[in-house]
């Protein structure tokens, strides 16, 4: 189901909008669907990262384990050039 809304737009963003949506070959209603819709996807995605961070925070917190940074960039390096990588080791804080 569809819903119709208004949106207001002053005369020069309407006409950015209007650029790019020939430019991508498509109508300016499309192109507005698929930007606030690609918004929408981006500010979910950003809300389920923050509420991952403070879930490690509270993790942190909880238990005081954590990985060395230098150990963990060290190991992925090694891992993408094919090298023998010892995994990182959680340690206390």
């Given amino acids: 189901m569809t819903v119709t809304t208004t ?6 963003l309407k006409a950015q909008v209007t650029l790019a949506a020939e430019a991508s070959g498509t ?7 698929n930007a606030i819709a690609a918004q929408a996807e981006l500010a979910q995605r950003r ?3 923050v509420a991952s961070a403070l879930r490690a925070e509270q993790e942190v917190a909880e238990y005081g ?3 060395d940074a230098d150990e963990v960039f060290s190991y992925l390096i090694a891992k993408t050039e094919s090298r023998k990588a010892t995994k990182p080791k ?4």
Avoid: E, G, R, Y
Wanted: avoid cysteine.
């Fill in 7 to 12: 949106l207001k737009l002053p005369d020069d």
């Fill in 47 to 49: 809300q389920a990262f």
């Fill in 27 to 33: 109508t300016a209603h499309a192109w507005m669907v």
């Fill in 65 to 67: 384990l954590v990985h």
């Fill in 90 to 93: 959680k340690k206390k804080l």
